[in-house]
Structure formats: C-alpha cells, structure tokens
C-alpha cells in the first residue's frame, strides 16, 4: 500500500469500508430486567396495555362533575366520595364532590379535578370558583403509552430509564445481544507491566489499562493476552489463537513499517489487510483487517493515537457487531478559544476542555498535543476536530465529543 499521504482516507470512509466487511451477527439471549442495564436490546418491545391502564387525577384535589358547577359565581357542593390511589374508584353521585388524590383512578361522572389549593373547604363542604376547564388535570387513558405501542426499540441500549418503561408496561424479561468478545494485545519488546522495576530503555504498559478499561466499560467480554514479544512466529500463533475464540480483536503497536512491527505482515499473511493509515493526528498508522473473518484493529503504539483510533474508529465498529443500532457519538459545536495554524491533509483530534471565556463556554487545547502525552487525555473533557486543512481562529465554531459520549 502506499505511504503517500495523498492516498490518506478519513475517518468516515474508514468506518463505511469496515463495515462493510462485518459478518458477525450476536447471539441473543434472555435476561431479567435486573440483568439487563448496559445491554442491547434485541426485539422490538410492544405493550400489552395502556399506561396509565385508566384515566387517573395527576392532583391531590377534588373531582366534579362540571354540571354541578356554575360558570359566573362560587359553587359549593358536598364531599360525597374520597378515593385514594390504589382505590375502587366508584360512581360520584349528583351534585357532590369527590376527594381524590394523586393517581387515583377518575370516578365515574367525574370530568375535572381541582387541586386542593385552589378549593376552599368548610366540614365535609367544599367551595369551588369558576374558572375551571373540563378534563383538568386529569390523565387519560393511555395518555403515556398506548396498548400495541412500540415501547422500546431493537437495537437500543438499555439505560436504567428504558428498564423502568419496560416494567411500567409488565415486561419482565427482554431479548438482549451477548456481550461481543474482544481480544486485547499490546506489542513491543520496550514494553513492561507496572509495578515492576523499570529497567533503562523500558517504559510501562499504559495502553493495556486504557483499552481494558475502555473495552470493559462498554461492556465487552476481554481476552486480555498482555503483551506480545516482538516475534513474527510468536505474532501469529497469538493472533491465529484469538481469531478462533474472540469475536474482533485489538491490537497497538506493530502496525508502521519497522523492522520489529509484525501485526501487519501477519494478518497480510494469514487473511486480509483492508485498509492501513487514515488521515488524521494521531494516529495515522491504524490497521484494519480480518483473520478468520474476524476484524482485526491494528492501533497505534503512542497512547494517545491508540486511544483516539479506539474511540472514533474501533468502538463504532464494535457497536454496530453488538446489535446496537446508532453508533455515531453526539457531538456538539462551541467556539474556539484559540487559534491554530492549518493542519495539511490531515483533520487532528484534540484534547480539549470546555472553558468559560467571556461568558460562555469556548474549547481551550490542552498545550501539549503530542501523540505520547497521556496526561492530556486525564486533563481533557472531550475531543474537538480541526478538519483537514482548516486555519483555525478565536471564535471559530469546532466539533466536540465530550468524553461522557465517547466512554
């Protein structure tokens, strides 16, 4: 393949040529609402009922028949009636009222309700001024959700909101996707694990913990196979091995074209390379390929080019394997709060806070930008985009992805 950065793609047609090539279709298995936070939803759910199942008073008040009432002066009625929520609701007899609080079911001939600060009670009497309007804070049937209604839709992730409509509608159980199984390899004989002493040469193992962190906090099951050894035969038998057990695998380092960086020639050897290097920074040299049919994500060795690519390019793709059906992260638009030279041919991913300037919020650069400084990410709120060959000025409005969105 070629190096030049004229032959670069961008993120957006990274993503369409991988997925393209995906195959892999999620088991489906079937889990209690208690288990279900966090999964994807694998059937459209439809209600059996209406919520509220009756129309109920959304007020602690009285409720009245609005022949009872007059329209130009005061009208006081007795109280013929007290339902609480829980109630039988009965029948409100002609000319009364009836105590009703909230979430009781509407007795019948009652058509409004009035909410106890606005009557003026006297024994078991109640005065009512005009000005009221039929239906008043009453909540009708199926008001909320309509029997036969969609509730919650294939393709979902099943957020602690999502569970309790399900269970307001009597669902128990849901089809959900199994957690997809991701293998995880970090490469490089300069490479050590911490907590052991660091010898002269040797660093420690930062992408592991970020990616396992990541991987985990999606959801995903991770086969953590730690650190491969610079080795071509060592290389494949690892990546061989993970292809039959994993469904996708990740990889940082051994994607450039040194002599000691065999992740690329091994999948080119065993299966498929499908595209080498984007156009962005960091993290131009990310690999994607497949072995055993398998998507293989070959991510840059420097921290902060394997966090970005594992972000905007490898978890989309991991989403979508995992049933779930909208992948693109929200982003939003706020104002620069610097001014940076053109960036040529490459669009760059900052590390970026949201900031008060001038009272409102502008994104302000973390000062070093530099593939390897990591405190840059722990500093940073979010990601904000610089396309390609873009002069950027104060004020100049840029995409940001809060991390909230992308984690």
Known sequence: ??????????????????????????????????????????ADQL??????????????????????????????LPVGLRVAAGDQPGILPSGMAARIFTGAFIPENVDLVIPQEQVKVTGDHVEVQPGWQIGQHIRNTGEDIAEGQQVVAAGKRLRPQELGLLASVGVMQV??????????????????????????????????YTLLGLLQQTGFKVMDGGILPDQHDATKQALL????????????????????????????ECGTVHLWRLAIKPGKPLLYGQLDKKPVFGLPGNPISSLVTYLMVARPVLQQMQGLHETKPASYQF????????????AEYLRVQLQPQAGELTIVPYPKQGSGVLSSASWATGLALVPADTEVNQGDLLEYWPFGELI
């Open 47 to 76: 209600s059996t009922l209406n919520v509220p199942p009756a129309a109920n008073s959304a007020m602690d008040g009285y409720g009245f028949n609005a022949k009872d009432l007059a329209t130009d002066q005061s009208t006081r």
């Open 241 to 268: 091995k993970a292809s039959h057990q994993a469904d996708a695998i990740i990889t940082t380092g051994g994607v450039s074209v040194g002599e000691e960086d065999y992740v690329q020639g091994v999948i080119q």
């Open 335 to 346: 104002k620069a709060g610097f001014a940076k030279k053109k960036n040529l041919r490459r």
């Open 175 to 208: 089809p959900v996707y199994k957690p997809l199984t991701v293998a995880l390899f970090t490469t490089g004989d300069e490479l050590i694990e911490p907590g052991q002493p660091l010898p002269e040469g040797k660093i420690y193992n930062s992408n592991r």
């Open 1 to 42: 393949m070629s190096c030049s950065e004229h032959n670069l793609i961008t993120v957006s047609q990274a993503i369409v040529q991988i997925q393209e090539t995906l195959q892999h279709k999620a088991d489906v298995e079937w889990l209690s609402l208690a288990e279900a936070v966090n999964k994807v939803l694998a």
